[in-house]
């Protein structure tokens, strides 16, 4: 990594850091984090189970790491902040990885920076939720996928476990990181060198096993419906969602969507023409699109 590159990431890092700490001790709850907060005051695991996790139609993993974080730690607003926040500075630098390990290191500085800068990681990584933590469990998971993937002969005990791992946390974290984890996991069967193929399937059990406390959990929350849950509280998206998302992510600027398109182009033009790299644009499309038309289709019809 040269001098130059060093030094880029840095400052994206501490930009990064400063937009998340900005005002960090007047930063009040959500509406949403009153809600979880609320179903946390029980006296037994059983109960927070039964009465805090099952009706919030959302997994138990971060609901569990809040009933201890604030019975250790208390319930000020930057204390319960705080993990969520450093996952999301953390993201930063796992982007960073990801790019820089596919591609090269231009591709990882500028997601770098695009994910330090856009209001949707930052407003989110201040927010005690399991969203800017599903992030950094996705980013995380794809990194170790991508080792195992691009260098199995280096270190592939190690990378495997820690891609179950993460995988594990994706799924106890937010039903979209779960869809996503088992994108991740099903791709992996197009890419997987085949002398390593039985051992990635191993894995993928090895997942699924891990999960299985859980299913119940799922199966009942299943149940409940689209995106309105128990309460009715979010109405379901309007057909203009996808281009209003697309608005939100780029801070509603018309300047940052060029600039995005133009990389984009620029990207395509030169890695699959020169390199006949189709196969992963077709890969990151794929990921950035099901989960969306899964989502979007799933809050419409229930």
Not at 44 to 63: M, S
Not at 168 to 188: D, Q
Request: charged share 10%; with cysteine.
């Amino acid at each position: 990594m040269r001098l130059t590159n060093k030094l880029l990431l840095v400052l994206i890092i501490i930009i990064g850091t400063a937009l998340r700490f900005y005002n960090y001790g007047e930063i009040p709850f959500t509406h949403d984090e009153f809600s979880a907060l609320s179903r946390l005051n029980f006296d037994n695991f059983n109960d927070l189970i039964e009465k805090g996790v099952k009706i919030d139609t959302h997994p138990a993993g971060v609901h569990v790491f809040m009933y201890y974080w604030t019975t250790f730690l208390g319930f000020s607003e930057w204390v319960v902040k705080l993990p969520f926040t450093v996952m999301g500075i953390l993201s930063i630098w796992l982007i960073y990885l990801i790019g820089k390990n596919w591609f090269n290191e231009t591709v990882g500085l500028i997601s770098a920076s695009f994910i330090t800068t856009i209001q949707f990681t930052v407003i989110y990584s201040q927010i005690a939720r399991p969203y800017i933590s599903g992030l950094f469990f996705s980013l995380l998971m794809v990194y170790y996928w991508i080792l195992i993937i691009k260098n199995p002969n280096k270190k592939f005990n190690k990378n495997i476990l820690l891609y179950i791992l993460s995988s594990s946390m994706c799924a106890y974290n937010h039903h979209f990181s779960l869809l996503f984890a088992m994108l991740i996991g099903l791709s992996g069967l197009f890419f997987v060198r085949k002398e390593y193929l039985i051992k990635y399937i191993l894995a993928g059990i090895l997942i699924f096993i891990l999960y299985l406390p859980h299913l119940k959990i799922f199966l009942y929350q299943l149940n409940i419906g689209g995106i309105g849950g128990v309460d009715g509280w979010l109405g379901k998206p309007a057909n203009n969602f996808f281009i209003e998302y697309i608005y939100y992510i780029f801070n509603f600027s018309i300047l940052s969507i060029i600039t995005a398109i133009i990389l984009i182009i620029y990207g395509i033009k030169k890695r699959v023409y020169k390199y006949k790299n189709l196969k992963s644009y077709i890969l990151f499309t794929a990921w950035f699109i099901l989960p969306f038309l899964i989502g979007f289709y799933y809050s419409k019809i229930l």
